[in-house]
């Protein structure tokens, strides 16, 4: 059964404030598995006030996040002091105020040649991690954000099968969206994560919701709550019908 955990909140920066801080709460209750606790970023709207809320629940505990490892669930292929780049935003407004040591953050090489870059990166994972017995890494939390298509990470509508289908770690893609060139963590790794807390917020989102929250849905967020046990939404849109959400 493929049960959700509805989290609503009247506007965004309730939901980036409790999304903060049950995720200092979370990484407080640290990993049981023998790893370090491995988190996985995205971008969006919602990832700089996410990460401030953040900030603002670890005061006061200096070595809250000394054993988190850093990745990103996806990447657009930018420099990395691009303004589209992840990687920066989350260095000003996590890494960077949290003091994060550098070894625990795991970006891109977007300077190298792409499939040497995934590969290091797949490579990166696969060390700071447990698998399951399908040989697909187990990110303790994936956070994910939600587009007005119904896109997560980088995993747009219309993929081809190869995406799709991947038992991949990273993919290389190219999206509808500039810049197009991006890297993301398949289906398969977001279906074996721990835990996938969705955080949709923002206008223009509810049809995309609806549609991805309805028995048979066809949207790259579907296909995730689909192949999961359990997932956290976590939103600030009002939608008419929840289909499965409980």
Do not use: C
């Not at 780049?85 to 996590?94: F, K, P, Q, W």
């Amino acid at each position: 059964m493929n049960t959700i955990e509805w989290l609503p909140f009247p506007d965004a920066a309730s939901l980036a404030d409790a999304a903060g801080r049950r995720w200092a709460a979370e990484v407080a209750a640290g990993a049981t598995h023998g790893k370090a606790f491995s988190v996985a970023l995205s971008g969006g709207r919602i990832a700089a006030p996410l990460y401030a809320a953040a900030v603002a629940a670890s005061r006061g505990r200096v070595d809250l996040w000394g054993e988190v490892e850093f990745f990103f669930a996806d990447e657009r292929w930018v420099p990395l002091d691009d303004p589209e780049s992840n990687y920066r935003l989350a260095r000003e407004h996590l890494f960077d105020p949290l003091g994060i040591a550098d070894r625990r953050i795991h970006p891109f090489s977007v300077s190298a040649d792409t499939e040497f870059a995934v590969a290091q990166a797949q490579a990166e994972v696969l060390r700071a991690t447990t698998v399951n017995e399908r040989g697909d890494p187990m990110f303790d939390l994936v956070l994910l954000g939600m587009g007005e298509d119904g896109h997560v990470a980088s995993l747009f509508p219309d993929a081809p099968p190869a995406v799709v289908e991947s038992r991949a770690v990273y993919l290389a893609v190219t999206g509808p969206k500039p810049p197009p060139r991006r890297v993301t963590l398949s289906y398969a790794v977001l279906a074996a994560a721990r835990r996938v807390w969705v955080l949709a917020s923002g206008p223009g989102k509810r049809a995309a919701l609806e549609a991805s929250l309805a028995p048979g849905g066809k949207t790259p967020l579907a296909r995730v709550l689909q192949s999961r046990k359990r997932t956290v939404i976590l939103t600030d849109v009002a939608v008419t019908d929840r289909g499965r959400a409980g």
